[in-house]
């Protein structure tokens, strides 16, 4: 059974303090592995897609890499609107190529 | 271009009562997907359309929820009694292409109905 492990459950950092969110997946077949964030009262909103081992994405602050078992999601820098919470989620064959998201990583930058 | 609509924003039934939500997906757009988010958790998919036919719906509680995708284009979810716990958010997301093709697709996520069962 494919499954999404997200750590830590929660994270607090200063303003300029950065930091690694882990996302540790099985799953057979990977198709692709998605990084999604989502605000409070919001639906998540795309912010990368990772389909091999080694391949990396950057976009302003994040940086997100994927090995065979598991992508983290660096934070460079991070500014207080980078608060939100962070879901990987992992696309599959089997799974009618529906995702299958881990719990989160809720993410406090304070100033 | 407009994004995922979902409709109502909110809702409050007491439990027994029936109640159904409303996705009108990015124009464009053959896949549809529901999902639902309990407070605390990630989205677990409930059902998959492609166009205006089922495409997975093994994990959708299929005595008391029901949906369907008309024309293959805006879908509905239904529940129908309501449990306590059935409260959490129903989010609708979409594709633009045949799940299995070679273009990985992106799914892009409505705001999502807020649901609370009393």
């Known amino acids: 059974e494919d499954q999404v492990t997200q750590s830590p459950e929660a994270l607090r950092l200063q303003e300029g303090e950065s930091s690694s969110l882990n996302c540790s997946y099985t799953v057979s077949g990977l198709r692709g592995l998605f990084w999604y964030r989502q605000d409070p009262g919001k639906g998540p909103e795309f912010l990368f897609t990772l389909y091999s081992a080694g391949e990396e994405k950057e976009k302003e602050r994040l940086k997100a890499t994927l090995t065979k078992k598991e992508s983290f999601l660096h934070i460079t820098a991070p500014k207080p609107e980078d608060s939100a919470t962070y879901l990987c989620?992992?696309?599959?064959?089997?799974?009618?190529?529906?995702?299958?998201f881990g719990k989160g990583t809720s993410l406090l930058v304070t100033p | 271009e407009a994004g995922v609509a979902q409709s109502p924003r909110y809702k409050i039934i007491e439990k027994r009562q029936s109640v159904a939500f409303w996705c009108n997906p990015i124009s464009g757009h053959a896949t549809l997907y529901w999902y639902q988010q309990i407070l605390g958790q990630g989205p677990k998919l409930l059902i998959q359309?492609?166009?205006?036919?089922?495409?997975?719906d093994s994990q959708l509680p299929k005595d008391r929820f029901s949906a369907e995708r008309l024309k293959g284009v805006d879908s509905t979810l239904k529940i129908q009694p309501a449990k306590l716990e059935d409260s959490a958010v129903y989010l609708c997301?979409?594709?633009?292409?045949?799940?299995?093709?070679?273009?990985?697709?992106?799914?892009?996520f409505g705001p999502g109905t807020r649901l609370l069962v009393l």
């Open positions: 989620a992992v696309q599959a064959p089997n799974s009618g190529y529906a995702l299958n």
């Open positions: 359309f492609q166009n205006n036919g089922v495409v997975d």
């Open positions: 997301a979409s594709t633009p292409r045949r799940a299995g093709a070679l273009n990985k697709e992106t799914q892009y």
